[in-house]
């Protein structure tokens, strides 16, 4: 008869004095980004769903792949080598940027060109934004 475990199997070791626990809270800075790249995608793809094109924009491509690449058990854990997450990370900010560039292109094009939305503050985490400190006024959507 085979022998049954009622116990946690946590720590789990891989190599001798290499346990796997804390990956939960691992790495939370690409956790978040990845949740933010990905709803940041989910806007992208309704306000480019509403322009009328037989084709899908190769920009929102590059996002998508960014989100999806990143939906790994590697990088969703936080378990990865650190030149991999550089990676994920650098992935991320490229689709978050295609991203950014359809709907500013899309508000463009709807509202006239007077309307300039090219501008993203994604350092929001240190209060810094070079767009907000450098007006007087602004409008934000």
Same mark, same amino acid.
């Given at each position: 008869?085979? !022998?049954?475990?009622?116990?946690?199997? *946590?720590? /789990?070791?891989?190599?001798?004095? !290499? /346990?796997?626990? +804390? /990956?939960?809270?691992s790495?939370?800075?690409?956790?978040?980004?990845?949740?933010?790249?990905?709803?940041?995608?989910? !806007? #992208?793809?309704?306000?480019?769903s509403?322009?009328?094109?037989?084709?899908?924009?190769?920009?929102?491509?590059? !996002?998508?792949?960014?989100?999806?690449?990143?939906?790994?058990?590697?990088?969703?854990?936080?378990?990865?080598?650190?030149?991999?997450?550089?990676? /994920?990370?650098?992935?991320?900010?490229?689709?978050?940027?295609?991203?950014? =560039?359809?709907? +500013?292109?899309?508000?463009?094009?709807?509202?006239?060109?007077? #309307?300039?939305? =090219?501008?993203? #503050?994604? *350092?929001?985490?240190?209060?810094? #934004?070079?767009?907000?400190?450098?007006?007087?006024? *602004?409008?934000m959507?």
């Amino acid at each position: 008869p085979l !022998a049954s475990k009622n116990d946690d199997f *946590f720590p /789990y070791a891989s190599d001798p004095h !290499a /346990y796997w626990t +804390g /990956y939960f809270t691992s790495r939370p800075a690409l956790k978040r980004m990845i949740r933010k790249a990905n709803s940041v995608l989910q !806007a #992208c793809k309704q306000v480019d769903s509403s322009t009328v094109s037989s084709e899908l924009d190769p920009r929102l491509m590059v !996002a998508q792949r960014s989100v999806a690449v990143n939906q790994h058990h590697d990088a969703v854990t936080g378990t990865a080598k650190q030149h991999v997450t550089d990676d /994920y990370y650098l992935s991320l900010h490229r689709g978050m940027e295609a991203c950014h =560039q359809v709907m +500013g292109d899309s508000i463009k094009s709807r509202h006239g060109s007077q #309307c300039d939305f =090219q501008d993203w #503050c994604p *350092f929001l985490n240190i209060s810094q #934004c070079q767009f907000t400190e450098s007006r007087e006024s *602004f409008s934000m959507a």
